[in-house]
């Protein structure tokens, strides 16, 4: 009996403290976020032009030096167990 009391009064206040906290936060006004300022930039399109395509040249000669090393990794221990085997038979 005291059992069921105390909880029923433990109920009660856990209802109304999540019911007032519920109203509170509901009471304050909402947030608005203010855009930054837009900044103008003006920009000659042949200088854009010709960093875009200094970067794009610049990329494709790191690819190119980059795919060739690969490659050359990857054949060169073919040919030396080829070589090996043939020795190895002779």
Same mark, same amino acid.
């Given at each position: 009996?005291v059992?069921?009391?105390?909880?029923?009064?433990?109920?009660?206040?856990?209802?109304? %403290? *999540?019911?007032?906290?519920? &109203?509170?936060?509901?009471?304050e *006004?909402?947030?608005?976020?203010?855009?930054?300022?837009?900044?103008?930039?003006? %920009?000659d399109?042949? %200088?854009?032009? &010709?960093?875009?395509?200094?970067?794009?040249?610049?990329? &494709?000669?790191?690819?190119?030096?980059?795919? &060739?090393?690969?490659?050359?990794?990857?054949?060169?221990?073919?040919?030396?167990?080829?070589?090996?085997?043939?020795?190895?038979r002779?």
């Open positions: 009996m059992t069921r009391k105390l909880s029923t009064a433990l109920v009660a206040v856990g209802l109304s %403290v *999540g019911l007032l906290a519920q &109203n509170a936060t509901g009471a *006004g909402p947030v608005r976020q203010k855009a930054p300022l837009a900044t103008e930039f003006k %920009v399109a042949q %200088v854009f032009r &010709n960093e875009i395509d200094a970067y794009v040249r610049e990329l &494709n000669e790191q690819l190119r030096t980059t795919l &060739n090393q690969d490659l050359r990794r990857e054949l060169t221990p073919k040919v030396v167990l080829t070589s090996h085997e043939l020795r190895a002779g």
